[in-house]
């Protein structure tokens, strides 16, 4: 059976946005410890079991951790429009949005990394907006917006070109510190984010297995959003308990061209390796640009919902969208339609 996975975010943190999602029929929450603490996502998780106790659904709660990507660090949002220039600060301090030069901290680079320079582009998000960078002094950049959208709180930040793919890669800090807080929470699962490797998933297990104790251990979920990830996606499914294709992030490394054959890299291998994989970002964000969804959209949800996939999972639709109601109820009918199995099975049993 096909999961329907929503992202929890402002759009629908509170309890009644909540329940409403379980009834128009989500399965599985995901929570993003990328703009917000665990410890606070421990707390609202444990009100998403308490609802779907109360109203008598199933469901299941997946912590997403970051994993190390380069940040803007703004607590507030930033709207692009009437700005005509603005400051990058790669010391990864706090931000400063009001003024008539927007200063934005950036987080994740170190100082050993290279820095961007005049001429370069800076994506935000999944591609929601994009700067160009028209100076450098030190660690602080000029940028003008090529785009006039409003710039979300602590959105990741790419550079085309430069290649995040095959960084060596270790759990963070922040990361480690979030496994180590998982036992006794109601996470179902972990999400270990920018994974190209089996050593990720397993170096993650032992940090589990230690703060458990003899207590059961969430699933680990391998996020897949790499070119690298996708060339390492059989190693990696059979190491992790799922996957998690992460289209946002993997369109930013692959670019457009290789998108798709990465995308069907991850897939395959989590079929062969008989891992259930859910697929995640983009999937019905047009029907916040208007009121019937994009075809092509339509067509890729369709298919992946033939093909049998575990989850389909959405994130701005219901994280930060005007209606998450309305995106969930699509999708619940579009798998009615095409993906009709009345049995539902956990996604992640828990190990003992
Ligand atoms: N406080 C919040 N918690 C979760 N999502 C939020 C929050 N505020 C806004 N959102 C929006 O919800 C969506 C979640 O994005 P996504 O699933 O890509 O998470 P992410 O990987 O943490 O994001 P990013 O693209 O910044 O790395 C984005 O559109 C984001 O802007
Ligand atoms: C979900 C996510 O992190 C991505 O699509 O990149």
């Known amino acids: 059976m096909t999961h329907v996975v929503a992202t929890v975010g402002p759009a629908c943190s509170s309890e009644e946005a909540l329940a409403d999602l379980l009834k128009a029929g989500v399965g599985v929450f995901r ?13 609202l998780a444990g009100t998403v079991r308490d609802l779907a106790d109360g109203l008598d659904l199933p469901v299941e709660l997946v912590l997403d951790l970051p994993g190390a990507k380069p940040r803007l660090t703004n607590e507030e949002y930033l709207d692009l429009a009437g700005v005509t220039e603005l400051v990058l600060r790669f010391d990864g301090g706090p931000s400063a949005v009001t003024g008539p030069v927007p200063e934005l901290g950036v987080s994740g680079f170190g100082p050993s990394d290279a820095l961007p320079d005049a001429g370069d582009l800076v994506v935000v998000g999944d591609g929601e907006d994009a700067l160009r960078i028209v100076g450098r002094s030190g660690g602080t950049c000029t940028a003008v917006p090529l785009t006039r959208n409003v710039v979300g709180i602590r959105r990741g930040v790419s550079f085309p070109g430069a290649g995040r793919s095959g960084k ?14 998982v036992a006794g929470t109601p996470f179902d699962a972990v999400v270990l984010s920018f994974a190209e490797s089996a050593g990720l998933v397993e170096r993650a ?33 059979e190491a992790a308990d799922g996957i998690l294709l992460g289209r ?5 490394d692959t670019g457009p061209v290789e998108f798709h054959a990465a995308c069907r890299q991850v897939l395959d291998a989590a079929r062969t390796a008989g891992r259930p994989v ?3 970002t983009q999937l019905l964000t047009s029907l916040a640009a208007g009121w019937l969804p994009h075809r092509s959209e339509l067509a890729t949800v369709s298919e992946l919902l033939e093909q049998g996939v575990a989850g389909l999972m959405l994130a701005e ?9 309305r995106a969930v109820t699509l999708l619940n009918e579009l798998r009615t339609r095409y993906a009709p199995t009345a049995v539902r099975t956990a996604l992640f049993p828990r190990r003992p």
């Not at 929570?31 to 707390?43: E, G, H, I, M, Y």
């Not at 759990?171 to 180590?180: F, I, N, Q």
């Open 248 to 252: 946002g992030d993997l369109l930013l």
């Open 278 to 280: 859910l697929v995640g």
């Open 317 to 325: 639709e219901t994280a930060g969208a005007a209606d998450p109601v």
């Open 205 to 237: 297990r032992v940090v589990l297995r230690e703060s458990a104790g003899t207590g059961p251990l969430p699933a680990v979920v391998a996020k897949i959003e790499t070119a690298a990830g996708a060339a390492a996606a059989a190693e990696i499914a």
């Open 168 to 181: 060596a890669q270790e759990l963070t800090e922040y990361d480690l510190a979030g496994l180590r807080a």
């Open 31 to 43: 929570f993003t410890a990328s703009k917000t603490p665990v410890d606070r996502l421990s707390v």
